[in-house]
């Protein structure tokens, strides 16, 4: 059997690295190197160096505004999403009536696409703000927290049944042990519980940090980044500098070359941070 897979190995690879190749790799490193390049198409760029990169730090303040606005949503989108899913999961795991009910309802916004659930929101917020005269694009503040509760609204449910699925991994006679030495509730869940649960704190953290820096399709719907920019989110600047100022396709690429760099870095950071928080049973 092992000889089998030995041989036949590279034949069922091949289509799957070919594809990875063709699709990512490629494409990746031609964005690398159009960053550094003058262009509107890919055959006409013309070499500038570390001009591109320049012009997106010095003459175009958006994006720096972005880049802070971006991280103030992801830092606290990732602490409401992570503690009130797991508030839910404690909650649920406790096998009480209609638990199944209650994880359908909760996961469900997540299979809503995310320009339908930014539009969903706007109508929803822009209803309520009705009420003083005014809509969502009035102030910036009414635009960040829209974006965060429309965010803990999408992703909370996604987390929580992560949650739930690693509480319901540690070991019962754990707890029993801790009960019978006299144990309160609150030092169970700090001194058992969330250690056994890091690997799900891990990915939890790591999803939402990856969505929130990602964001793009939900931005566009509910603010577009408005008023005047002030919220508009990574993604969003990228995609206006590159398809919406003429000339400025190498900057657009080079912003978001920055961006991969920023959310890989973050996200590799994260990993090791948390994941050297992670005990074994």
Same mark, same amino acid.
């Given at each position: 059997m092992k000889k089998s897979l030995k041989k036949y190995f590279p034949l069922f690879l091949l289509p799957t690295l070919a594809a990875f190749i063709i699709a990512f790799i490629v494409p990746f490193v031609m964005g690398v190197a159009l960053s550094f390049t003058e262009f509107k198409t890919v055959t006409d760029a013309k070499w500038v160096g570390f001009?591109?990169?320049v012009r997106a730090f010095t003459t175009d303040s958006d994006f720096l505004h972005a880049l802070? %606005?971006? !991280?103030?949503f992801a830092v606290v989108s990732i602490v409401t999403v992570n503690v009130i899913a797991f508030i839910l999961a404690l909650m649920l795991a406790r096998g009480i009536r209609g638990t199944n009910f %209650?994880? !359908? /309802?909760f996961f469900m916004p997540n299979l809503i696409? @995310?320009?339908v659930l930014g539009y969903i929101w706007n109508l929803l917020i822009n209803g309520l703000l009705s009420v003083n005269g005014v809509d969502i694009t009035y102030k910036t503040q009414y635009g960040c927290w829209g974006l965060v509760v429309m965010t803990n609204w999408q992703l909370i449910g996604y987390m929580m049944v992560i949650y739930i699925a690693g509480l319901q991994n540690v070991p019962t006679d754990l707890i029993e042990a801790a009960s019978i030495d006299g144990a309160s509730p609150l030092k169970t869940l700090f001194r058992i519980k969330i250690p056994l649960v890091m690997p799900s704190i891990t990915i939890c953290t790591f999803l939402t940090l990856t969505? !929130? %820096?990602k964001m793009f399709d939900q931005n566009l719907a509910l603010t577009a980044g408005a008023p005047e920019r002030t919220t508009q989110m990574l993604a969003l600047n990228i995609y206006d500098t590159f398809y919406g100022r003429m000339g400025w396709q190498g /900057? @657009?690429?080079a912003k978001a070359v920055v961006f991969f760099l920023i959310v890989a870095v973050l996200a590799f950071v994260q990993l090791r941070l948390t994941g050297s928080k992670e005990v074994e049973h």
């Open positions: 001009d591109n990169y802070g %606005f971006t !991280s103030l %209650f994880r !359908s /309802v696409g @995310g320009i969505n !929130s %820096f /900057v @657009g690429q």
